[in-house]
């Protein structure tokens, strides 16, 4: 039987993970996909103390934010083609200004 710590140490890597390419990458996209990571770590670390506990709720509040995670998927993958649209690459570098037009 796996126990509580293995669930908790599995969270806490996935959680460094997304942490770590949150700070360290540069592609949008990636960091997207880091938090993301950092999300499901939090709902995992959740749903195991929820079952120690043999608590329901935060059962069902990790669902609510599973389907919270997809609209927010639908809404923030939508916006990175528009920025790779205006741009022609997702390099956060390039992302510095907050006009609306561009300077030659």
Request: hydrophobic share 60%; glycine share 4%.
């Amino acid at each position: 039987m796996i126990s509580l710590s293995s669930y908790a140490f599995v969270s806490m890597i996935l959680f460094s993970i997304g942490v770590i390419g949150v700070i360290a990458r540069k592609n949008i996209f990636v960091i997207y996909m880091s938090i993301e990571l950092m999300l499901n770590g939090i709902t995992l670390f959740l749903v195991t103390f929820a079952r120690y506990h043999f608590n329901l709720d935060a059962q069902v509040m990790t669902v609510l934010v599973i389907a919270i995670a997809a609209a927010e998927a639908a809404i923030f993958l939508s916006v990175i083609i528009l920025l790779f649209r205006s741009k022609k690459s997702l390099d956060t570098d390039i992302f510095t200004t907050l006009t609306q037009g561009e300077k030659s």
